[in-house]
T-cell receptor, first 113, second 111 residues
C-alpha cells in the first residue's frame, strides 16, 4: 500500500463546478498535511496547509480526518486557471529518518469552458 | 521566488559525462530533498538530508551521488547516466513543521 494515495483522475469539470479530491495516508504518526498544486512542467507550489479543524482559503476548503487518516480538498466555482495537478503531502518525524515529506501521486484537474 | 534556487535550469549531457546539479536555500531550513519527476509521472523521492545527514536513500542507482556540504547547499553529482534518467530533477527544503518549498528544477536530457 502506498503511504499517500490519491485518485490520479483526470477530473474533467465545467467552469463553475464544485470538485472534491480525496487523499488517504497510512502513517498514523503523521503530523502535518498540505495540498500542493503543480502546473505542467513546473515545480509544485504550496496551495494550503490542512488543519484538524478544517480551513478555508477563498474558493478552496481543506479538511482533515485523523481517525480515518483522510484529507480532502474542495474547490468551488472552478476556474479555467484551476487546471493543474493537485498533490496531497504528508509530513512525519521518523525516529530514524528525521523529517519526512511524502507526496501522493497527484490528482489531475481539467476545467473546461 | 520560493527562496530555493537550482542551477542549471536545463542540462543536456552525454552518457559518459560527469555533471553536477546544485541547489541552494537561505530559508534556514534543516531538511533538503532531491526528487525526480519523469514525464507525466508522480514525484519520486531520491534523497533526504536532515541537518546535513543523509537520512533517506530511496534505492537510487549509484550513478546519482548526493552531497550536502552545509545546511544551505545540496548537490547531485551525475555520472554515466542512461537516457531513461532524463527527467525534471527538483530540489526542496523544509523546516520542522513540514512546509516545503521547491526550486524551479533542472530539466535533464541524457543523450
Amino acid at each position: 500500500r502506498k503511504e499517500v494515495e490519491q485518485d490520479p483522475g483526470p477530473f474533467n469539470v465545467p467552469e463553475g463546478a464544485t470538485v472534491a479530491f480525496n487523499c488517504t495516508y497510512s502513517n498514523s504518526a503523521s503530523q502535518s498535511f498540505f495540498w500542493y498544486r503543480q502546473d505542467c512542467r513546473k515545480e509544485p507550489k504550496l496551495l494550503m496547509s490542512v488543519y484538524s479543524s478544517g480551513n478555508e482559503d477563498g474558493r478552496f476548503t481543506a479538511q482533515l480526518n485523523r481517525a480515518s487518516q483522510y484529507i480532502s480538498l474542495l474547490i468551488r466555482d472552478s476556474k479555467l486557471s484551476d487546471s493543474a495537478t493537485y498533490l496531497c503531502v504528508v509530513y512525519a518525524t521518523n525516529n530514524n529518518a528525521g523529517n519526512m515529506l511524502t507526496f501522493g501521486g497527484g490528482t489531475r484537474l481539467m476545467v473546461k469552458p | 521566488e520560493t527562496g530555493v534556487t537550482q542551477t542549471p535550469r536545463h542540462l543536456v549531457m552525454g552518457m559518459t559525462n560527469k555533471k553536477s546539479l546544485k541547489c541552494e536555500q537561505h530559508l534556514g531550513h534543516n531538511a533538503m530533498y532531491w526528487y525526480k519527476q519523469s514525464a507525466k509521472k508522480p514525484l519520486e523521492l531520491m534523497f533526504v538530508y536532515n541537518f546535513k545527514e543523509q537520512t533517506e536513500n530511496n534505492s537510487v542507482p549509484s550513478r546519482f551521488s548526493p552531497e550536502c556540504p552545509n545546511s544551505s547547499h545540496l548537490f547531485l553529482h551525475l555520472h554515466t547516466l542512461q537516457p531513461e534518467d532524463s527527467a525534471l530533477y527538483l530540489c526542496a527544503s523544509s523546516q520542522e513543521w513540514g512546509t516545503a518549498f521547491f526550486g524551479q528544477g533542472t530539466r535533464l536530457t541524457v543523450v
